[in-house]
């Protein structure tokens, strides 16, 4: 059992001579194995019921303020979105099936999977790195983070962009008569103190047409600039002009959720580099894969609640 | 103490006999459950684009919910596990709908225009 004439460990030796990895307190390695194995399924009880208070906190706000998630949710990029899911569920199949190697025996093969599905969750990060640096670079964060400004410079620059024959004056147009809709049953006070009243949007015009054709609407929104703007119309959802009161408290659901779930990517990336260590030590086998499993549970867990995200934010109809 | 280790010793220094039986899933199994999640996502992103009113989100979660029992089912081997590791996932998820549908039940209680432009999305 000893490998490249190494010592046993001298904490697993006593009680199981050549088991080095049967812990003294257990009997045999089924039992090691179950009872780890509920430990971990109690621990991630745990984590679905972190992950509940802020699906409860979404659930709540959306079912208040519809509006808001319609409108936001152009901000997100599909395509990134589910470039990532098929990156993260790809990372899945891969997990299971290192289990099953290490369930085998089967060193190099482990290795490999494990190696492939850190490589995974790089991508995932990655492709969410691009995401944030882009809401970022846009003033699309939460709380007073948020710039409502950059929303309204945008509007203008993004339909011109988008080729349409509207003149910008009327593109102006059409957007005021679109936020007096949207305001006249709201406070106009409130309105007017969000910034999405008439006058502000007049001296938004103003600023857009003296400032020249700096392109303010997300590149992360979906497809090419501009592009947002055109579906939320062609979808009757009014304009980008219409900003909704409190956007901000999409964006602060929206950091807040996929923020704590790449916290957990990261956490799994640990765990899985850890177990590729040990796996290249050919420290697991068909009697002791006991990591490989739990490790991967926890990175499936991963998966399932990102399966949620997905829809959640970038899916709203 | 030291009786129940040496007896510890004992026990553990018997014998190959107790064997670890391991459940292994095929991995023509995972790939299929693997090919079933992405044509999943396929038709989570496709349904989207065709307006089913309040129906589009509900379609959405049982979508989502078919993709998370497959993982849970397969990927998480819980279909050949202990019977208990899922009751343990399913009454976490349960507690969590409790959760959710009572603090949304709460929500609802409330007049959405008691502040004037407050909520424009579901006022009248």
Request: glycine residues 12%.
């Amino acid at each position: 059992m000893s490998h490249g004439g190494k010592p046993e460990r001298p904490a697993t030796a006593p009680g199981h001579p050549g088991k080095p990895r049967l812990g003294h307190h257990y009997d045999t390695y089924e039992q090691q194995f179950d009872s780890n194995k509920l430990g971990m399924w109690l621990f991630l009880v745990t984590e679905i019921l972190l992950f509940g208070g802020l699906f409860c906190a979404y659930a709540v706000y959306r079912a208040k303020h519809p509006e808001v998630f319609i409108y936001a949710h152009y901000f997100l990029d599909v395509n990134l979105g589910a470039i990532n899911t098929v990156v993260l569920l790809f990372s899945s199949l891969t997990a299971a099936w290192a289990v099953r190697a290490a369930q085998l025996g089967q060193r190099r093969l482990l290795v490999a999977l494990l190696t492939i599905t850190i490589v995974c969750g790089c991508g995932f990060l990655g492709i969410k790195g691009i995401e944030y640096s882009e809401k970022w670079k846009h003033g699309l964060l939460w709380g007073k983070n948020f710039d409502y400004e950059a929303l309204h410079h945008g509007d203008h620059t993004g339909a011109d962009d988008h080729g349409e024959a509207a003149e910008s004056g009327e593109t102006a147009d059409h957007g005021t008569a679109g936020v007096a809709d949207q305001a006249t049953p709201a406070d106009p006070d409130a309105a007017l103190a969000e910034g999405t009243g008439p006058t502000a949007t007049g001296d938004a015009t103003a600023t857009t047409s003296s400032a020249g054709e700096i392109s303010n609407i997300p590149a992360s929104a979906m497809g090419p600039p501009g592009l947002a703007a055109a579906q939320m119309v062609a979808e009757g959802h009014g304009s980008l002009e219409d900003v909704p009161r409190n956007v901000h408290l999409f964006f602060g659901i929206y950091f807040i959720m996929t923020g704590l779930h790449a916290l957990h990517v990261i956490v799994g990336m640990v765990v899985l580099l850890w177990l590729l260590v040990r796996a290249s030590k050919g420290e697991f086998g068909t009697q002791y894969f006991t990591p490989v499993d739990l490790g991967g549970l926890y990175w499936h867990l991963v998966d399932v609640i990102w399966i949620f995200l997905f829809p959640l934010l970038y899916l709203i109809h | 103490m030291t009786a129940g280790q040496s007896d510890h010793g004992r026990t553990g220094g018997q014998p190959s006999s107790s064997r670890f039986d391991v459940h292994t899933v095929p991995l023509w199994l995972l790939s299929a459950v693997f090919l079933a999640l992405i044509g999943l996502t396929v038709v989570t992103v496709a349904v989207t684009k065709v307006d089913l009113g309040k129906a589009n989100l509900w379609i959405a979660m049982l979508i989502a919910g078919v993709k998370a029992t497959l993982v849970a089912l397969y990927f998480m081997h819980l279909r050949w596990d202990k019977v208990f590791h899922g009751f343990l996932f399913l009454g976490a998820i349960a507690f969590v709908v409790l959760f959710i549908g009572i603090a949304l039940m709460d929500t609802q209680a409330y007049h959405p225009d008691i502040i004037p432009g407050y909520a424009p999305g579901i006022e009248q």
